[in-house]
């Protein structure tokens, strides 16, 4: 966990903006569940294990309670309980989250994601929509330049049952393995599949489905013929399918690419899932991931809802940005201060402040009823990109001086024009 400095809290809420700005274009509402859960909604889905991964405590009543470490099961707990809602329910949330995880380039304990989700919609429809929203949101902030990876989980389960994989604890470590193959390499997975107890053929098998994949409109007739038969196969192709044509009607095909090697390592997810990626940073691993969890809302509710959604890691997204120079100059040093030549002018200064602020200039002025000479150094030391100077000369003619802090020229301009007059010089 670490401080925020001004400059990058000044670049986070510019993003959180952005993100927001597409949240309501798309329909979204936007809440945020509490902070704490208690312990046993976090272990409902994730089960006991999780309590290596959060933030738990007990706190003075003696209850067991738990820091949330995603914003999906705060979401599903308020959504499922509340049955006055029309589905479908298009929510989503900005906020930080806190997992005990060794600190890593672009992951810390403490984090911001952004997270939509749509509630009541089984149809691959709503899986468009999440990936569309995704993909807007990585347009807004200026990362054109993005790759959108599709599978279906149930692709891979229909697989690995077909090769005599049939417990669900070996399934989700099948799982995990195949989630990480990006960061391990096949050399590292095969020899965790060969420790799991699997034969070479298997390995061979597992790694070769999970490197299927390309352009949609030209790999999904050659899949549907390579993928062994099933009626589990057979329905994660066709929500796969599906998923494709309504990106497509969405126009995000050209942004989306069929990868069976995204798994989503989450067990919650049960159907389509994704993960968005800077095509050219593939060191920071995904830029955003979600998927379909069908059956989540009924474990923390009175609700049985089908449900999918997205979620970006703030922190991850801006190293993106950061490298391509995509932040704009977002410095929160004042646009204008204004000094005054004595004391007895303060009155009058601060009527200037007051008009400035109005006209939406960040606006200081000195605090310490300090000399002319002070005060323009301190506008300066504050990086202030004009001074207005009240004196009593300018006063009585209805004007004030602005100083040009960059190249020290001044200039005289009437009280009533010096908001407008301040903006043309700090632009």
Not at 182 to 191: D, H, S, T, V, Y
Not at 240 to 245: A, D, K, P, V, Y
Not at 352 to 357: F, S, T
């Given at each position: 966990?670490?401080?925020?400095?001004?400059d990058e809290m000044a670049r986070r809420i510019w993003l959180a903006d952005?993100?927001?700005?597409?949240?309501?274009?798309?329909?979204?509402?936007?809440?945020?569940?509490?902070?704490?859960?208690?312990?046993?909604?976090?272990?409902?889905?994730?089960?006991?294990?999780?309590?290596?991964?959060?933030?738990?405590?007990?706190?003075?009543?003696?209850?067991?309670?738990?820091?949330?470490?995603?914003?999906?099961?705060?979401?599903?707990?308020?959504?499922?309980?509340?049955?006055?809602?029309?589905?479908?329910?298009?929510?989503?949330?900005?906020?930080?989250?806190?997992?005990?995880?060794?600190?890593?380039?672009?992951?810390?304990?403490?984090?911001?994601?952004?997270?939509?989700?749509?509630?009541?919609?089984?149809?691959?429809?709503?899986?468009?929509?999440?990936?569309?929203?995704?993909?807007?949101?990585?347009?807004?902030?200026?990362?054109?330049?993005?790759?959108?990876?599709?599978?279906?989980?149930?692709?891979?389960?229909?697989?690995?049952?077909?090769?005599?994989?049939?417990?669900?604890?070996?399934?989700?470590?099948?799982?995990?393995?195949?989630?990480?193959?990006?960061?391990?390499?096949?050399?590292?997975?095969?020899?965790?599949?060969?420790?799991?107890?699997?034969?070479?053929?298997?390995?061979?098998?597992?790694?070769?489905?999970?490197?299927?994949?390309?352009?949609?409109?030209?790999?999904?007739?050659?899949?549907?013929?390579?993928?062994?038969k099933g009626e589990m196969i057979t329905k994660g192709f066709q929500e796969?399918?599906?998923?494709?044509?309504a990106a497509e009607y969405l126009g995000k095909l050209s942004k989306c690419?069929?990868?069976?090697?995204?798994?989503?390592?989450?067990?919650?997810?049960?159907?389509?899932?994704?993960?968005?990626?800077?095509?050219?940073?593939?060191?920071?691993?995904?830029?955003?991931?979600?998927?379909?969890?069908?059956?989540?809302?009924?474990?923390?509710?009175?609700?049985?809802?089908?449900?999918?959604?997205?979620?970006?890691?703030?922190?991850?997204?801006?190293?993106?940005?950061?490298?391509?120079?995509?932040?704009?100059?977002?410095?929160?040093?004042?646009?204008?201060?204004?000094?005054?030549?004595?004391?007895?002018?303060?009155?009058?200064?601060?009527?200037?402040?007051?008009?400035?602020?109005?006209?939406?200039?960040?606006?200081?002025?000195?605090?310490?009823?300090?000399?002319?000479?002070?005060?323009?150094?301190?506008?300066?030391?504050?990086?202030?990109?004009?001074?207005?100077?009240?004196?009593?000369?300018?006063?009585?003619?209805?004007?004030?001086?602005?100083?040009?802090?960059?190249?020290?020229?001044?200039?005289?301009?009437?009280?009533?024009?010096?908001?407008?007059?301040?903006?043309?010089?700090?632009?």
């Open positions: 966990m670490r401080d925020i400095e001004p952005k993100i927001r700005q597409v949240l309501w274009s798309h329909g979204f509402q936007l809440l945020e569940p509490s902070p704490l859960e208690n312990l046993e909604t976090l272990e409902a889905k994730s089960g006991p294990e999780i309590r290596d991964q959060v933030y738990w405590f007990k706190d003075k009543g003696g209850r067991d309670l738990g820091l949330r470490f995603d914003l999906t099961v705060g979401m599903t707990r308020m959504v499922a309980n509340r049955l006055d809602l029309p589905v479908p329910i298009k929510v989503a949330c900005i906020g930080g989250n806190w997992r005990y995880e060794e600190p890593q380039f672009g992951r810390y304990r403490y984090f911001t994601q952004w997270d939509a989700e749509i509630y009541g919609v089984t149809e691959p429809t709503a899986d468009a929509e999440i990936i569309a929203t995704g993909s807007d949101i990585l347009d807004a902030v200026g990362l054109k330049d993005h790759v959108i990876r599709i599978s279906n989980r149930k692709l891979l389960e229909g697989f690995l049952r077909s090769l005599g994989i049939q417990t669900q604890p070996e399934l989700e470590r099948f799982f995990r393995v195949v989630d990480k193959l990006g960061k391990i390499g096949p050399g590292q997975a095969e020899r965790e599949l060969a420790t799991a107890g699997l034969s070479k053929d298997q390995i061979r098998s597992i790694l070769g489905f999970a490197g299927m994949g390309g352009d949609p409109a030209k790999v999904m007739g050659d899949l549907e013929k390579r993928l062994p796969l399918s599906g998923t494709i044509e690419t069929v990868d069976l090697g995204i798994v989503r390592g989450i067990g919650y997810y049960d159907g389509t899932v994704y993960e968005g990626f800077d095509r050219d940073a593939d060191d920071l691993g995904s830029i955003f991931g979600g998927g379909r969890f069908d059956k989540l809302t009924k474990t923390y509710g009175k609700r049985d809802m089908p449900a999918t959604g997205v979620a970006g890691g703030i922190e991850r997204l801006m190293l993106s940005l950061d490298r391509k120079k995509l932040f704009p100059d977002l410095e929160q040093r004042p646009e204008a201060f204004v000094v005054t030549v004595n004391e007895s002018l303060r009155r009058e200064g601060l009527k200037i402040v007051e008009r400035l602020r109005e006209a939406g200039i960040r606006t200081d002025y000195d605090l310490k009823q300090r000399t002319l000479q002070k005060q323009l150094e301190y506008a300066n030391a504050v990086g202030a990109r004009v001074t207005v100077i009240v004196g009593p000369r300018e006063l009585e003619e209805g004007k004030v001086r602005l100083r040009d802090m960059k190249s020290g020229k001044e200039r005289d301009v009437p009280q009533s024009l010096v908001a407008e007059e301040v903006q043309k010089n700090a632009s």
